[in-house]
């Protein structure tokens, strides 16, 4: 970290922080491109994102070179906004991923940078701005700032409103953070309004049943949970359960289906994967623990709902290549159907998912 001497500032030039846009009296060492106004917003900017983005931002914030011909220099304006959009989406999931784990502090300033690059690429007034905006509003709720999010969820509906070509996925994700706003507000029934638009719009966007629906079905089940409406409660976070379960468990038979065929015949590593990015894997760990939590307090009731979440947190940690973790819960799900004296056929299931794991564990990785 350099500090910057006023006089090697060109005249007329306003040198902005990256993370408050106050004056700047610093510069990043590294990329020389990145201004701060001390100390505390550079350490945070580097925390969240900057570390992960530096040197890429180098390209875009340095003058063009000077090209012999159109075509040349077509072609590096495409490259530009490539590198742009891409950093557009690196920082977008960053930020998702900070906020899923509670660590909303660490999300502004990727989320700040996911919306400047938006800016530059869509234009001001561009639906696409909408996202960063509703990342910002949803960090800032987390932090208990609601008047701040609630200027940011301002600019996101006035975005909307003035668009004619917003996606059902955008209307989703703003009723969602609508939805948010109005249970920290404790505004419930308008907090229920928005979940529902939130999962009619996930509906038509991706299908009733999809990963990206259940997070209406989740926050709109917290709602009931704290009215003390468990039935109703119950019966969403069944509902979200069967969500995740179908679509981790689709994963998972396909894997399960290779090693019974032993198609992998030279005993490498087989390549889990989840089908997910990190900030969706995230979601699905802050989403299933939160249930999980919920139907362990009531276990003596239906422990067969516990154990059904259990099952599913083993299988997404399998996908994730995290065994330690899947055998962890997997272990957790068999203990409680031997002691509940579930079916034999049960059993072998939780059991046959353990032996998968511990295949997977014993197995070198190349």
């Not at 003596?300 to 259990?310: H, M």
Request: hydrophobic share 40%; net charge neutral; proline share 2%.
């Amino acid at each position: 970290m350099n500090v910057i001497y006023p006089l090697a500032v060109p005249r007329g030039r306003r040198l902005c922080c990256e993370v408050c846009e106050a004056p700047a009296e610093r510069v990043c060492g590294a990329c020389t491109v990145t201004y701060y106004c001390g100390v505390v917003h550079q350490r945070a900017d580097w925390g969240s994102i900057h570390e992960k983005i530096c040197q890429l931002l180098i390209p875009l914030r340095t003058s063009m070179p000077f090209y012999n011909s159109e075509e040349e220099r077509r072609h590096g304006l495409q490259q530009l906004q490539q590198r742009q959009k891409h950093l557009i989406e690196l920082c977008y999931t960053v930020a998702q991923k900070y906020i899923f784990e509670g660590k909303h502090e660490d999300a502004v300033p990727a989320a700040l940078h996911s919306l400047r690059f938006r800016m530059n690429v869509h234009g001001l007034s561009s639906v696409e701005l909408v996202p960063a905006y509703l990342l910002l509003a949803e960090a800032s709720l987390g932090l208990g700032r609601v008047v701040q999010a609630e200027e940011y969820l301002s600019q996101a509906q006035w975005t909307v409103l003035k668009s004619t070509e917003c996606s059902y996925a955008i209307h989703s994700l703003l009723h969602r953070n609508l939805g948010l706003l109005y249970m920290a507000k404790e505004n419930y029934d308008e907090a229920r309004y928005h979940l529902a638009n939130d999962i009619y719009f996930a509906s038509c966007a991706f299908g009733t049943e999809h990963i990206r629906a259940s997070g209406g079905y989740f926050h709109l089940a917290n709602i009931f949970n704290g009215l003390k409406k468990l039935d109703l409660a119950d019966t969403l976070y069944t509902k979200v359960s069967e969500i995740w379960n179908k679509y981790l468990n689709d994963h998972y038979q396909v894997l399960s289906q290779a090693r019974i065929q032993q198609i992998d015949l030279l005993g490498k590593r087989f390549e889990t994967d989840t089908g997910l990015d990190e900030a969706q894997e995230a979601e699905a760990i802050q989403i299933l623990t939160s249930i999980l939590n919920i139907r362990e307090s009531t276990s003596n009731k239906a422990p067969q709902k516990t154990i059904f979440v259990l099952k599913i947190l083993s299988m997404l940690y399998f996908l994730m290549m995290n065994s330690s973790k899947a055998k962890e819960y997997a272990l957790r799900a068999l203990h409680l159907a031997k002691k509940q004296k579930l079916s034999v056929q049960e059993q072998d299931t939780i059991q046959g998912l353990l032996n998968l794991i511990s295949v997977e564990e014993a197995q070198p990785i190349t």
